[in-house]
């Protein structure tokens, strides 16, 4: 099963991607994770990107596209795959669906997680993350047993300076402009299936449950 989550920050992507990802014994492939560990490994592909973001540039489509055609051509992913944060435009798209496509292989679904702002903006507010291995939590939802210590590898947790709330209506407004195109291209090729990310994670995984069983059996 090949797997695209899509949604604004803080709709629950990752959460649910992690989760998806065990039950469905398949990657999880997050963009950012992807980027980082290139980075800190000193890639070739790393070492790029890095460039561009010590620039105060955004890494751009080219580069996003190659980082992670080098993932999905992996062995792990041939089964298939769940992305988490790519492709984030309809040019990402396009390139996605050539590699694809070069492969014989296909998506089965684009799963958009609609959510309010007010939830976004709550659930960004409790995240937390670690600067050393980069795993997440969410002081409410996905607590350390440790308060403020990451589980795995022991560092002080940290949040993000984007995810403080006077800055996610700004990224909200960034989605809607690059993003949110995304669903129009998907619903045209009809893969999208929106589901209410403003659930908790149990109901929207049973919801993910039945979405999925649709799209095996073909009956939509």
């Known amino acids: 099963m090949r797997l695209i989550l899509l949604g604004p920050p803080g709709a629950g992507k990752g959460t649910h991607a992690r989760v998806l990802g065990e039950t469905k014994k398949l990657p999880h492939l997050a963009t950012g994770d992807i980027l980082r560990r290139h980075i800190r490994e000193a890639t070739g592909l790393g070492k790029r990107a890095k460039a561009i973001l010590e620039r105060g540039e955004l890494v751009p489509d080219a580069l996003v596209n190659e980082l992670m055609a080098d993932q999905l051509a992996r062995p792990e992913a041939r089964p298939g795959f769940i992305l988490d944060g790519y492709p ?3 040019g990402q798209a396009e390139a996605l669906d050539q590699f694809l ?5 296909k998506l089965d679904a684009a799963l958009y997680f609609k959510t ?3 939830v976004i903006i709550d659930r960004l507010a409790g995240r937390r993350s670690c600067p050393q291995c980069g795993a997440n939590y ?6 350390p047993r440790t308060k403020g210590i990451c589980d795995q590898c022991g560092s002080n947790l940290i949040q993000r300076p984007d995810d403080e709330p006077k800055t996610v209506r700004r990224r909200l407004e960034v989605y809607e402009k690059e993003t949110a195109p995304l669903l129009d291209y998907y619903r045209r090729q009809g ?20 979405v999925l069983e649709r799209h095996k059996t073909g009956k939509r």
């Not at 496509?101 to 292989?105: A, I, V």
């Not at 893969?191 to 039945?210: K, N, T």
């Open 191 to 210: 893969l999208l299936e929106e589901v209410p990310g403003d659930y908790d994670v149990p109901e929207l995984q049973a919801e993910l449950a039945r």
């Open 88 to 90: 984030r435009t309809v």
């Open 101 to 105: 496509k070069s492969r014989n292989e």
């Open 138 to 143: 969410h002081i409410r939802n996905i607590p």
């Open 116 to 118: 309010s702002t007010g």
